[in-house]
C-alpha cells in the first residue's frame, strides 16, 4: 500500500528553523517526484514546488523560491521541507504528494503537518 | 503567478449535474493538456479525482468527467451525491514548469 507519511504538528517562535519531513513506503520512493504544497488557515491550496528525490532535481515555485528548501533522502525514502527562519506568515497546513508514474497528477498525499508559528 | 479562476460555489440537489470552471491562460490551461482535479473535505487531504484534464484515477466514481476548450477546464459530476460536498481545486501546469492551484470551488449539495 501507498503511503506518505508526515511528520507531527510544530509550533514555533519567529526566526527559528523548522525542518518537516513526509517518509513514502509502498513504492519506489527515487522513481516518482514529490510535491510540497501549502495551505493557510481557511485558505486555498498553493503549489511550493517538487523535487525528483531520485536525482534531487527540485523546481521551485516563483513565490516559494529563497523562502524554502527541499531536500530528500533515499536511504530512507523520505522527502523534507525546510525554513532557515520561520515568520507568523509561514502558519499553515502543508502537504506532501506524490506524482503519479508517468502523468502529471498527484495522486497520493500526505496527512499534512500543521505548523504555527506564533510569539 | 496569478492562481487559476474558479468560481467561489456552486451547488445542486441530489441527482443533478453541476460544471465547475476553471480559467487560466495559454501559459497554463490552454497551453498544455495538463490540468488536474482535487476534492478536499474538511479536515482531510486533497484526493486526485482527474489529472490530465480528462482521465480518472482508478477507483474515482465515473460520475466525474473532465474537458477542457482554449483557456478554460471544467469539471462535471453529474448525479449530485450528497458525499460530493466538499472543496474542489484544479490546478495546471505551467510555462515556468512549476505548477499554479485554482482559487477553489465550494460544492453545497442540497
Known amino acids: 500500500e501507498v503511503q506518505l507519511v508526515q511528520s507531527g504538528a510544530e509550533v514555533k517562535k519567529p526566526g527559528e528553523s523548522l525542518k518537516i519531513s513526509c517518509k513514502g513506503s509502498g513504492y519506489s520512493f527515487t522513481n516518482h517526484w514529490i510535491a510540497w504544497v501549502r495551505q493557510m488557515p481557511g485558505k486555498g491550496l498553493e503549489w511550493m514546488g517538487i523535487i525528483y528525490p531520485g536525482d534531487s532535481d527540485i523546481k521551485y515555485s516563483p513565490s516559494f523560491q529563497g523562502q524554502v528548501t527541499f531536500s530528500a533522502d533515499k536511504s530512507i525514502s523520505t522527502a523534507y521541507l525546510q525554513w532557515s527562519s520561520l515568520k507568523a506568515s509561514d502558519t499553515a497546513t502543508y502537504y506532501c504528494a506524490r506524482r503519479l508514474p508517468t502523468a502529471k497528477g498527484f495522486d497520493y498525499w500526505g496527512q499534512g503537518t500543521l505548523v504555527t508559528v506564533s510569539s | 503567478q496569478s492562481a487559476l479562476t474558479q468560481p467561489a460555489s456552486v451547488s445542486g440537489s441530489p441527482g443533478q449535474s453541476i460544471t465547475i470552471s476553471c480559467t487560466g491562460t495559454s501559459s497554463d490551461v490552454g497551453g498544455y493538456n495538463y490540468v488536474s482535479w482535487y476534492q478536499q473535505r474538511p479536515g482531510k487531504a486533497p484526493k486526485l479525482m482527474i489529472y490530465?484534464?480528462?482521465n480518472r484515477p482508478s477507483g474515482v466514481s465515473n460520475r466525474f468527467s473532465g474537458s477542457k476548450s482554449g483557456n478554460t477546464a471544467s469539471l462535471t459530476i453529474s448525479g449530485l451525491q450528497a458525499e460530493d460536498e466538499a472543496d474542489y481545486y484544479c490546478s495546471s501546469y505551467t510555462s515556468t514548469t512549476t505548477r499554479v492551484f485554482g482559487g477553489g470551488t465550494k460544492l453545497t449539495v442540497l
Open positions: 490530465e484534464v480528462s
